[in-house]
T-cell receptor, first 114, second 113 residues
């Protein structure tokens, strides 16, 4: 069965600190996709990144970076020099090639204080 | 930038009433979804729709729920007889093809009283 675990329920940091959000997934499939979504206080779900299972290259986008490691079934998300606007709930999600639904983790609430 | 649009943003209904939640997916997308999020909890898959039929549904999506794409642009979720436990944020999503990212609407908050 597919599963996504985000063990960190809530993280609080002070602005400019770096923070890493953990995501561990389970799947029996060899082809799958991993995603991160941001849910700000306004409630919408904002797509951040998609990775497929064959691409383990880490990715950097501005202050955001993602570390995908198949050996540990992890897809961690790091925010460098956090800002108050980064305060949100962040969801990691998984889908596989055979079923296109997203399986979400329980989310990590990030609070960035000035 | 194209986006998924949902209406209404908030709906309050009495228990037992029927509600229809509406969505306009991104125009060149082929796969459509409904998800729900009970307050403070994770986002849960309800149903996926492709080629004018349901491709997958979760155990939550029982006979009280139905989806329809009536006119090639709208995608609706109907709850026939609402229950208190149907109170949640309902998200519509669409994506272009297999393995591509899903884009979500801003959600409809359904409150059943």
């Amino acid at each position: 069965a597919q599963k996504v675990t985000q063990a960190q329920t809530e993280i609080s940091v002070v602005e400019k600190e770096d923070v890493t959000l953990d995501c561990v997934y389970e799947t029996r499939d060899t082809t799958y996709y991993l995603f991160w979504y941001k849910q700000p206080p306004s409630g919408e779900l904002v797509f951040l990144i998609r990775r497929n299972s064959f691409d383990e290259q880490n990715e950097i986008s501005g202050r955001y970076s993602w570390n995908f490691q198949k050996s540990t079934s992890s897809f961690n998300f790091t925010i460098t020099a956090s800002q108050v606007v980064d305060s949100a709930v962040y969801f990691c999600a998984l889908s596989d090639y055979n079923t296109d639904k997203l399986i979400f983790g329980t989310g990590t609430r990030l609070q960035v204080f000035p | 930038e194209p986006e998924v649009t949902q209406t209404p943003s908030h709906q309050v209904t009495q228990m037992g009433q029927e509600v229809i939640l509406r969505c306009v997916p991104i125009s060149n997308h082929l796969y459509f979804y409904w998800y729900r999020q009970i307050l403070g909890q994770k986002v849960e898959f309800l149903v996926s729709f492709y080629n004018n039929e349901i491709s997958e549904k979760s155990e939550i999506f029982d006979d009280q729920f139905s989806v329809e794409r009536p006119d090639g642009s709208n995608f609706t979720l109907k709850i026939r007889s609402t229950k208190l436990e149907d109170s949640a944020m309902y998200f519509c999503a669409s994506r272009r093809g297999e393995g591509t990212e899903a884009f979500f609407g801003q959600g409809t908050r359904l409150t059943v009283v």
